[in-house]
């Protein structure tokens, strides 16, 4: 009913940047949040960023100054802007998007990207 496509991801060097987006598709009536997760090898998937319908973002600390959220429910499209890129930043990065589906507007569901691979390294 509803697919994420990631793109953007790569290797970049420390102090770099790069800037993910993830294009959802399918029935979506309205988008309630949009977030990118990020999971490091052997760890447990984190949440790095995400933004209510009204706008408003919260961070995880470590990426706080570094990292802008943003969302165009039109395009149904969530971006995070990294910069000053970290090597404790690499990571599989996964978007996701809690939504109302036509059809099942009561009903809130979850739904979550491929992943995108970010490698910090020099």
């Known amino acids: 009913q509803v697919q994420l496509v990631e793109s953007g991801g790569g290797l970049v060097q420390p102090g770099g940047s790069l800037r993910l987006s993830c294009a959802a598709s399918?029935?979506?009536?309205?988008?309630?949040?949009m977030a990118w997760y990020r999971q490091a090898p052997g760890k447990q998937r984190d949440l790095v960023a995400a933004?209510?319908?009204?706008?408003?973002?919260n961070y995880a600390d470590s990426v706080k100054g570094r990292f802008t959220i943003s969302g165009d429910n039109a395009k149904k499209t969530v971006y995070l802007q990294m910069n000053n890129l970290k090597p404790e930043d690499t990571a599989v990065y996964y978007c996701?998007?809690?939504?109302?589906?036509?059809?099942?507007?009561?009903?809130?569901?979850?739904?979550w990207g491929q992943g995108t691979q970010v490698t910090v390294s020099s």
């Open positions: 933004i209510g319908s009204g706008g408003s973002a």
């Open positions: 399918g029935s979506i009536f309205r988008i309630n949040v």
């Open positions: 996701n998007l809690d939504v109302r589906l036509y059809g099942s507007i009561g009903t809130p569901r979850s739904y």
